[in-house]
């Protein structure tokens, strides 16, 4: 059975740093891994998906990793501003089944 | 290109009452998801439809939940009766069919379920 884990729990950092995200999945045999961030009572919203072929994958401030092997995906973010304050969760999709696992979070705060 | 469409967002109910929930996915996605998450935790998987037929209900607590897509499009997900543990956000997600080249998964706003 496929777990994910995400480390840490929660983060506090100063405005303008650079953070690293961490997640590990347990099974390798993955289709691909998306990365999404949730605000307080909303939705999820895609930040990155990386297919299991892929190494890594940009979109602005945000690069993603993923290292198959090892079963570990990490989610940098460089020059933190307030307004990334969220939740931070991966999700892992099976190969031999289509649904997502997801791990149970990151909550970022950024202070100004 | 609209997102996912979820309604109603709110709701509160008694326990053992009955609660409907509706999804409406982002046009051409032959795949939908219904998650629950409970506060603090990441969402779990209740139901996976590919068009209108079932991939995946394994974790659906069947004696009380249950979901359908009839027309391969719109789906609706059923609590009855509810009990206080229910109480989470029900995310309905969708995506391409599975295999084709990008399977991102997009979700809508949720729906908050409280039961008292």
């Known amino acids: 059975k496929q777990e994910v884990t995400q480390i840490p729990a929660a983060l506090s950092v100063p405005e303008g740093e650079n953070l690293v995200l961490n997640c590990s999945f347990t099974d390798s045999a993955i289709y691909n891994l998306q990365w999404f961030r949730q605000d307080p009572g909303k939705g999820l919203t895609s930040l990155l998906l990386?297919?299991?072929?892929?190494r890594e994958q940009t979109s602005g401030r945000l690069n993603a990793s993923l290292d198959k092997s090892s079963g570990r995906s990490t989610l940098y973010i460089a020059a933190s501003q307030p307004g990334d304050s969220a939740t931070y969760l991966c999700?892992?999709?099976?190969?031999?089944?289509?649904?997502?696992?997801f791990g149970p979070g990151t909550r970022l705060s950024v202070l100004p | 290109e609209a997102g996912v469409a979820q309604s109603p967002r709110y709701k509160i109910i008694e326990k053992r009452q009955s609660v409907a929930f509706w999804c409406n996915p982002i046009?051409?996605?032959?795949?939908l998801y219904w998650y629950q998450q409970i506060l603090g935790q990441g969402p779990k998987l209740l139901i996976q439809?590919?068009?209108?037929?079932?991939?995946?209900d394994s974790q659906l607590p069947k004696d009380r939940f249950s979901a359908e897509r009839l027309k391969g499009v719109d789906s609706t997900l059923k609590i009855q009766p509810a009990k206080l543990e229910d109480s989470a956000v029900y995310l309905c997600?969708?995506?391409?069919?599975?295999?084709?080249?990008?399977?991102?998964?997009?979700f809508g706003q949720g729906t908050r379920l409280t039961v008292v």
């Open positions: 046009s051409g996605h032959a795949t």
């Open positions: 997600a969708s995506s391409l069919r599975f295999g084709e080249k990008n399977t991102e998964a997009f």
């Open positions: 999700a892992v999709r099976l190969n031999y089944g289509q649904n997502f696992v």
């Open positions: 439809f590919q068009n209108n037929g079932v991939v995946d």
């Open positions: 990386i297919q299991s072929s892929q």
